[in-house]
């Protein structure tokens, strides 16, 4: 096995972010380039991360969801064109969770959608180039709108205690807020806005800095009010959203991917008036059923520490799919992935093999997520 470890090289040619110069005081000692930025991927021990984060309170340089912005007189028809979810009844500071398909119905991403006013939207996609897609969208389309990168940049606090230290910071409102609400305000006269989201499936809030120039100053205004707390600086955990079923795109969801094939049908609007960009195709693959799904596993055998490339997945001797991620959980001591299978290989308590770097090894298809997302704040 190649115990390889490359470097990334840091230039003017991929964008660092507001809070690069804090996260390298915090002691980051590796990233990756995620939309065209570079984005922490550990301060020294992911599984330490994880206990903070599931335990305690963390904080996260997420700059590299880069920020779409959708303004003007046509801007919630256009959005609506662009995602598969009926966003009618989506009211101002409120967030949603939606999904871009193409004409075909593939996945072109998906992201979580905020609603700033009733013309003034964001989109904060995953990992890839939505901006160009909405923008020539946009250039095709008679709709009087205007589409731009703006200037935000989301940190998250995940954590039990990101209430706690969230309420530090905006006083009562940071509790009082529902699951996927969101508030434009400042700290401190910076300009911020503050959901109760995050990619975490524990308690927490995104905090998006709306003023480039004070990434360093915001961090360290986190990092005290959470001091108390025990905060510490970390990264999306591979544990945790792999224990969630949280999806990740480029990696869980691909182009070639549908709504249905990720199990995400409850969220295509499909015997309504919306329309939206591949309502048709979408409509004939509920009818005849999704070809592939995605799946729950659990894999025997030592434990594993997670998979740089798609493993294969075998029925047999026959290749059926792959392993999307993979990743060893401390709290439920077992070896857990997600993969694509056919459907009729989609089964609960199919048996399968996956092709480890470590060699061949069983595996069961088992429901997804092993553990919950937590959205109720308990009283403080």
Request: aromatic share 8%; proline share 7%.
């Amino acid at each position: 096995m190649n115990n390889f470890k490359p470097l990334i090289s840091i230039g003017p040619r991929v964008r660092k972010s507001p809070f690069y110069d804090a996260t390298v005081d915090a002691g980051v000692n590796s990233f990756t380039i995620y939309n065209h930025t570079f984005m922490p991927t550990s301060f020294g021990d992911p599984v330490a991360e994880y206990w903070s984060m599931v335990e305690d309170v963390t904080l996260w340089d997420v700059t590299c969801e880069k920020q779409i912005e959708v303004t003007g007189p046509d801007a919630a028809r256009f959005v609506q064109w662009l995602t598969c979810r009926d966003i009618s009844t989506l009211q101002v500071n409120r967030c949603r969770y939606v999904l871009f398909t193409d004409n075909e119905g593939g996945l072109v991403n998906d992201a979580v959608l905020l609603k700033l006013a009733e013309d003034h939207f964001w989109l904060s996609p995953g990992d890839g180039d939505f901006l160009l897609w909405a923008q020539g969208i946009a250039t095709m389309s008679d709709m009087d709108i205007t589409v731009i990168e703006p200037d935000a940049s989301p940190l998250q606090l995940q954590g039990p205690k990101a209430p706690a230290v969230a309420h530090a910071l905006f006083g009562d409102v940071a509790l009082e807020m529902g699951y996927f609400h969101m508030l434009q305000t400042e700290l401190e006269g910076i300009p911020v806005v503050i959901s109760r989201t995050g990619w975490s499936g524990e308690l927490g809030y995104e905090i998006y800095l709306r003023d480039g120039s004070r990434g360093t100053e915001l961090w360290n205004m986190i990092m005290a009010a959470g001091a108390p707390y025990g905060i510490k600086p970390a990264c999306p955990s591979l544990i945790r959203t792999v224990e969630g079923g949280i999806l990740s795109y480029a990696s869980d969801i691909q182009r070639r991917d549908n709504p249905f094939t990720i199990g995400m049908g409850r969220l295509v609007s499909l015997d309504t008036d919306v329309e939206y960009i591949g309502k048709a195709a979408l409509q004939a693959i509920a009818a005849k059923g999704p070809e592939r799904l995605l799946v729950g596993l659990e894999i025997e055998g030592d434990p594993i520490t997670g998979n740089e490339d798609f493993w294969p997945v075998t029925q047999g001797e026959t290749s059926i799919g792959h392993i999307t991620r993979a990743v060893y959980s401390p709290r439920l001591k077992r070896n857990l992935g997600l993969a694509n299978l056919p459907a009729d290989a989609a089964m609960e308590g199919t048996v399968v093999h996956v092709q480890t770097p470590a060699g061949r090894r069983s595996a069961t298809v088992v429901p997804y997520p092993w553990i919950t997302s937590e959205t109720v704040i308990p009283p403080q």
